[in-house]
């Protein structure tokens, strides 16, 4: 299945994707939230379509939130690929780098990015990000794909005289306001044959920065379920993003490029759909 949430902001409502139609749910499950993975939603929502195929179907003009409701945290992993790690002049971790986006970040796939009131390097940041199907805690490695959901696109923007020159701690140029645009859509696992093997990329304003493939990832899926689990216990619905591959703005030689006001940044995730973001100047 490939779940969306859709409707005003605030007010999105649970649907799913067919083919290339959308179809409210909402007469079937409240909301695509913790409770929902929890209590089976994504087993119970497949029979139910099985046995009830009309739905009401949803104009493709109608905006798209996140696909999953607001979770209990988004937790993203720093330099995970060597090539970036390489770009910004870092170590290969030799263990996952752990850090938060507030969720409050979280947004819709095409909602405008918000760059931060004395912004001056916003930045980019396509990523594979999935989404925990139950709790989770002390999880084997050789089990953890069972405590996975799904798998969604993912804009990790960031704020990099925020992250880097602020005292140190990443957070603060990782949650402002529209830093997480996820979706379209869920895909569930059984909708991607090879998670360990898309395509991704981004572009600003039409000139591709980002171009690699999860091929590159230092630390695959089922290791990071494993490792975060050792640290704090996952609840379904939980976001984890998995990193960026090069071509982020605070790479390029010799001058960084970062986002202004009527940029526009577009990525995709083969399989995964694609999202657009427009950039506009912070109003009080």
């Known amino acids: 299945m490939k779940l969306i949430r859709f409707g005003e902001i605030g007010k999105e409502k649970p649907g799913v994707l067919i083919g290339e139609k959308r179809y409210d749910v909402s007469s079937i499950v409240t909301d695509f ?4 993975f929890e209590e089976n939603g994504l087993e119970k929502l497949e029979k139910a379509l099985e046995s009830n195929p009309s739905l009401p179907e949803v104009d493709a003009s109608v905006r798209l ?18 090539d970036h790690c390489k770009e910004t002049n870092a170590p290969i971790p030799t263990e996952p ?10 947004c819709g796939p095409n909602d405008d990015l918000i760059i931060p ?16 199907g139950k709790k989770a805690s002390y999880v084997e490695e050789a089990e953890a794909l069972d405590y996975v959901a799904g798998y969604a696109l993912l804009n990790d923007y960031s704020e990099r005289a925020f992250q880097l020159e602020r005292g140190g701690q ?8 529209t830093f997480a645009p996820l979706g379209p859509f869920l895909a569930t696992k059984d909708e991607i044959e090879d998670v360990d093997n898309l395509k991704m990329w981004l572009t600003v304003n039409g000139k591709k920065y980002q171009d690699s493939n999860t091929l590159n990832l230092v630390f695959k899926i089922p290791y990071l379920v494993h490792y975060l689990s050792q640290f704090m216990t996952l609840l379904p619905g939980d976001i984890i993003s998995t990193g960026t591959p090069p071509g982020v703005g605070l790479g390029i030689k010799p001058d960084p490029i970062y986002i202004k006001a009527g940029d526009v940044v577009e990525l995709g ?4 759909g694609t999202s657009k973001q427009k950039a506009v100047a912070y109003q009080k």
Request: hydrophobic share 40%.
């Open 170 to 177: 990443w957070a603060k140029g990782k949650g402002s306001d």
């Open 269 to 272: 995730i083969e399989g995964l």
């Open 33 to 36: 939230n913790e409770s929902f």
């Open 117 to 132: 009131k004395n912004s001056e390097k916003t930045d980019w940041e396509v990523e594979l990000a999935f989404v925990v």
């Open 97 to 106: 780098i752990i850090f938060f986006k507030s969720t409050t970040s979280l």
């Open 65 to 82: 939130g996140s696909p999953v409701a607001r979770p209990s945290k988004i937790i993203c992993i720093g330099l995970n690929y060597i």
